[in-house]
């Protein structure tokens, strides 16, 4: 009996040993050079993805994307090995759930740039905005801040010294109008734009909305060096990958910065 227990010990041992080493092969070993999963949020992103696939798919490489419909679930999944990389973030927003989730995730390369812009009804040029009027902003970390300055650089607002990824409206230290500043989810503001005199609307959700940051919008960030590069992440011990340099290789291909300029229209810009 005793020397059955320790037989059946040493094969437990033995085989958890297998499986730890395989562990660690698996992660030594890098992301797979035939297949890999990205994620992206639906719009632009995943459109721009899809064309990177193209190419890469005529040198056998496989991407999968996985499309998600908000801001936070493409970095839990990538940090908990769902994902491979995803694509849809500006670098503010990156370092902010790195910060405050101790993800374990890593910008990899600069993909496009989403110029914000602000939209009305109402008004032709903020400088026509009334005392009392109401502005919208998205109200999640990184894009209420990138709204805030929106806001400010058009001379509507001006914000304190100093105010970062976690700004919002009480960081507003001038409002000669006395403007009510209405802060929503950034998803629901182009349906808001009847009830308010103005909102800053991210590019993706404005396009959604029929809406185009050169034809519609009455001020915009600048569509050249735009301060809010979106980024290509992964986990931080894959961002010197060879299958992640063969990525950004497609991606800043002259093909797919070629149906960029003609599918968006400059409501979505290259970064490189």
């Not at 101790?102 to 812009?117: L, S």
């Not at 980024?231 to 992640?244: A, E, L």
């Amino acid at each position: 009996m005793k020397k059955y227990v320790k037989a059946l010990s040493l094969l437990l041992i033995l085989a958890l040993a297998f499986a730890l080493s395989a562990c660690g092969n698996s992660s030594s070993a890098g992301l797979s050079t035939k297949d890999i999963t990205v994620g992206v949020t639906g719009g632009p992103h995943q459109q721009v993805m899809e064309e990177v696939a193209k190419l890469a798919k005529k040198d056998g490489l496989t991407i999968h994307l996985k499309v998600f419909n908000d801001y936070n679930q493409p970095n839990i999944a990538l940090n908990d090995n769902e994902l491979d990389a995803n694509s849809y973030q500006t670098m503010p927003f990156l370092k902010d759930q790195i910060q405050n989730k101790g993800y374990k995730i890593a910008a990899a390369f600069k993909t496009v740039a989403f110029p914000m812009g602000i939209y009305s009804k109402s008004i032709k040029n903020l400088k026509d905005l009334k005392n009392g009027d109401k502005i919208a902003v998205p109200n999640d970390p990184a894009n209420e801040l990138r709204a805030l300055q929106l806001f400010e650089k058009a001379g509507v607002i001006k914000l304190r010294t100093g105010a970062n990824v976690t700004a919002t409206k009480r960081d507003v230290i001038s409002n000669p109008k006395h403007l009510q500043i209405i802060e929503l989810d950034a998803a629901q503001l182009p349906q808001q734009l009847n009830e308010v005199a103005a909102a800053a609307i991210n590019t993706n959700f404005a396009m959604g909305a029929g809406l185009t940051v050169l034809k519609d919008s009455i001020f915009h960030e600048p569509l050249i060096n735009n301060p809010y590069p979106n980024y290509f992440v992964v986990r931080t011990s894959d961002k010197n990958d060879k299958v992640v340099k063969t990525i950004e290789k497609y991606y800043h291909s002259p093909e797919v910065k070629t149906f960029i300029e003609k599918q968006f229209g400059g409501s979505v810009v290259p970064e490189w």
